[in-house]
């Protein structure tokens, strides 16, 4: 490949301008990291750093005075002095930029002590070859790619290596090794899998231990990364392969492995995890292709949803998808008469999730529940389809789910794993039934988004009292009256049954 870029990569003016600027105040300025990464492997890419032998903020700040003297447009400009960086935008386009800087690490803090540098000293700082790659931006050699480390031949022979000693690179900070797990899987293609190199896999191994300086948060940021990737099972195995689950989620780890009583043995729960995921991953990716999937936004009067398209993956359908059976270690029980079982596992892995998202520092507000509401009601659909799909467990269903129906749907369809290829396809049969019938029983009686048409404020002042139990009992029995089909959902027809059940609780209408 040529030593100068001709194809394209840098044809947006902005990339001439800084070059322009920086000449004249006296620095060298370059595109460096994921974009120059990127460009080669021909994938669109928002993530554009500049490295500048001087002042990356001082450069920010005088382009943007350039492009305002020469267009009367003011780009935003922010400034992060606490890291010496600094973030232009000027139209679609957002430009970091960075001083060059030569870095060195105390054992016991991933935080760096920080010098000025030049070029070579921050290439040589890079957490890989691949991503240590860089783009001149001087006139006089506009387009050269400096790549010391070969990380053009790394990224065509699809391998991830660290530029200097992977011991020294790893000990500095340590979440690079899951950048190196979550760059294998994210840039791994049908047509290309990216690989670990064996001194970067035997060091991360070696200094797994390491993993213990780093805070919760660095990490589920990396592991949130690592599930948007398309197949997160590749970042997963790799994860346990090197000894790093247990540092991330031990709980999914303990997922590991089959046990045997008398010839009788269960599937591995932590291999069937991960296929899960893999499908729903593929599985969401079609129907957000096809339009199928929407996002449902609280209104602004507090009440109501707004119904968006959805656009992109959704990371806490990933999380659903992972933890769904995470609850099986602690419910397996072996019976003679029926084999394994994990009775009750659903209940487990709902009260296990927010101690999993705490430990991660991860919100617990309402995407830990909806991740806890697919955990709790993922085996539903599956019951349905071993049962006759009456509406009255169509309705509960579709009460229970709410607006996260179509999500639940996609696990559920997704969980559907088996080595006998007729037993998936007769379940996948019936599952259809279960679609169909969701959306017969949904246009007939509209128990999404279920609103009791009875409140406590009619039932008082039909009859005269305060608030008291008796209320949450007869709304109760309204609602149960609904969902299994006794009335319809309707006010009429839910205060006609209030009103004939409530001298059961010694009630009388006033007038």
Known sequence: MSNTVTSGFLDDPVFALVGEVAAECGVRAFVIGGYVRDCFLGRPSKDIDIVVEGS??????????????????????????????????????????VGARKESYNRNSRKPIVEDGTLEDDQKRRDFTINAMAFSLQKDDFGALVDPFGGIR???????????????????????????????ARLSTPQQRFEIVPE???????????MNILSKERIAEELNKMLLCDRPSLALRLLDDLGLMDYVLPQLARLKGIETVDGRGHKDNFSHTLQVLDNVCMDERQAIAEGRLQDFIPAEDGGSFEARTRTAPCLWLRWAALLHDIGKPVSKRFDPAVGWTFHGHE??????????????????????????????????????????????????????????????MLLCNADITSKNPAKVQRLRKNFDLVRSKLVEVEEKDAIRNFHNPITGEHVMAVYGIGPCNIIGQIKERVKNAILDGEIENSFEAADALMRSIAPEYGLEEVQ
């Not at 350039?66 to 957002?94: C, Y």
Request: charged fraction near 25%.
């Open 154 to 184: 790394d990224l065509a022979s699809g391998v991830i290596r660290t530029p200097l000693d992977p011991y020294v690179t790893f000990s500095d900070d340590p979440l690079r090794m899951l950048r190196a797990v979550r760059f294998a």
């Open 200 to 210: 970067c896999r035997e060091a991360i191994t070696a200094m797994r231990e390491r």
């Open 56 to 97: 990356g903020m001082a450069l920010a700040e005088a382009l943007a005075r350039k492009i305002h003297s020469t267009t009367g447009r003011h780009p935003h400009v922010s400034l992060f002095r606490n890291f010496g960086t600094a973030m232009l935008r000027f139209g679609g386009t957002e430009l970091e930029f």
């Open 347 to 408: 209940v487990v892995g709902q009260r296990m999730v927010p101690r999993i998202f705490q430990s991660l520092k991860m919100p617990l507000n309402e995407k830990m529940k909806y991740v806890q509401k697919l955990v709790a009601l993922h085996h539903r659909p599956v019951a349905l389809v071993d049962e006759e799909v009456t509406d009255s467990a169509v309705r509960r269903l579709l009460f229970d789910a709410g607006n996260d129906i179509d999500d639940l």
